[in-house]
């Protein structure tokens, strides 16, 4: 049985910092890729970044590049998402997700963990 579970959300002023962080078990998390995504209310997910089994491929949407840092420690098989320069526009619920690339480009997000909320006030 898959499990993930983030952590780490809650609120913070614009401009500031956060770090997130996801626990997965129950699948071959070393070899397997990560997304991470959130959802705002009332709007349709948001892709944020996808990171490789072994780190070497990652990618970040336009949104959040150069703002948002994805990294894994496969030892712990824990994904993170540091959250810098926030904006009021990154109130969510940001949710680990297993996937592969394909999920990440067509929006399959079902394998994700109950999410961690950010909220972000001016």
């Known amino acids: 049985e898959v499990r993930l579970l983030e952590s780490g959300g809650g609120a913070v002023q614009a401009g500031g910092s956060m770090r997130l962080s996801c626990a997965a078990a129950?699948?071959?998390?070393?070899?397997?890729?990560m997304l991470w995504v959130r959802q705002a209310p009332g709007k349709d997910f948001e892709r944020l970044s996808y990171?490789?089994?072994?780190?070497?491929?990652?990618y970040y949407a336009d949104s959040v590049k150069g703002r948002f840092t994805v990294s894994r420690d496969n030892d712990k098989k824990m994904v993170y998402l540091q959250l810098n320069s926030l904006k009021v526009e990154d109130t969510a619920m940001y949710y680990c997700v297993k996937g592969v690339y394909s999920d990440y480009i067509n929006g399959n997000y079902g394998t994700r963990g109950p999410g961690t909320q950010v909220n972000v006030s001016d």
């Open positions: 129950g699948f071959d998390f070393n070899g397997h890729p």
């Open positions: 990171i490789s089994g072994g780190s070497k491929t990652i």
